[in-house]
């Protein structure tokens, strides 16, 4: 499986991913072609597995940290009350933004492996997921996903990284990875690829990120779950 440099970890270019047919986002080859046959898969058991969000570069996360940094967007608690950051320092703000947002270069979404999904069918015509926790739950909408995804998901490769709270990332049944690219990368992502790619990057609050970004690398980065051996071996077949 291919190895990605340290600009494609990053985000900061996008050689490692192609569109994907008819849609408008991007991702590895690799992911794609095992994401097809999830999506096929999902379809024989009345599901329409849709992508909310894949590969995001950069650039993007850049721009989604900044906004809520200057307050351009609304910044939210853990309980999606809306903060009020005239009242606030930057090291809040910061922390704060991590709550909802990876910060640039530390985002899985830039691999090229990481897809957020919902399933279209449980939806009425034109409306959008929320991604929020409970439309994943036992009694939520896309309740017949999540079953779906735990029966098949892995013998395509996929797992769920954000599967429950772990002190980083907030629970994220949307979002799906793809073992056999992730794994790797996430091995190749080390502090100092993270640190180097933040180098020059007109980041706010740059200097509390420099001070905290060991701690930001160890809870955002390195606590999810980790990838069921199936996944790094799959056998997809139809069934
Ligand atoms: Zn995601």
């Known amino acids: ?4 440099t340290s600009q494609q970890l990053t985000g900061r270019i996008s050689s490692h991913v ?3 047919p008819s849609l408008s986002w991007h991702l590895h080859p690799q992911a794609a072609a095992a994401f097809a046959a999830l999506v096929a898969d999902a379809a024989r058991q009345g599901i329409d597995l849709a992508v909310a969000s894949a590969f995001r570069d950069f650039n993007r996360q850049l721009a989604i940290w900044n906004g809520k940094f200057r307050g351009e967007q609304p910044l939210l608690d853990r309980r999606g009350v ?3 950051i005239s009242a606030m320092d930057e090291e809040a703000i910061v922390r704060a933004i991590l709550q909802w947002s990876a910060l640039p270069g530390a ?6 492996s990481e897809i957020d999904v919902f399933d279209r069918a449980a939806l009425a015509p034109g409306a959008r997921p929320r991604l929020i926790p409970e439309e994943y739950a036992s009694d939520g909408v896309f309740a017949g996903l999540t079953g779906f995804l ?3 998901a892995a013998r395509h490769g996929f797992f769920l990284p954000y599967d429950r709270e772990r002190g980083g990332t907030q629970p994220e049944p949307w979002h799906l990875s793809f073992a056999p690219l992730s794994v790797p990368a996430l091995r190749a992502l080390t502090l100092p690829v993270l640190s180097e790619a933040l180098q020059d990057a007109p980041l ?3 200097a509390v990120v420099r001070r905290l970004l060991p701690e930001i690398y160890e809870r955002y980065v390195l606590r999810v779950a980790p990838a069921p051996p199936q996944t790094l071996a799959p056998q997809a077949s139809p069934q």
Request: charged share 25%; net charge positive.
């Open 1 to 4: 499986m291919a190895i990605l």
């Open 18 to 20: 192609q569109p994907l």
């Open 204 to 206: 706010d609050g740059a």
């Open 107 to 112: 985002s899985r979404h830039h691999w090229g």
């Open 150 to 152: 735990q029966r098949n």
């Open 82 to 84: 809306r903060l009020d």
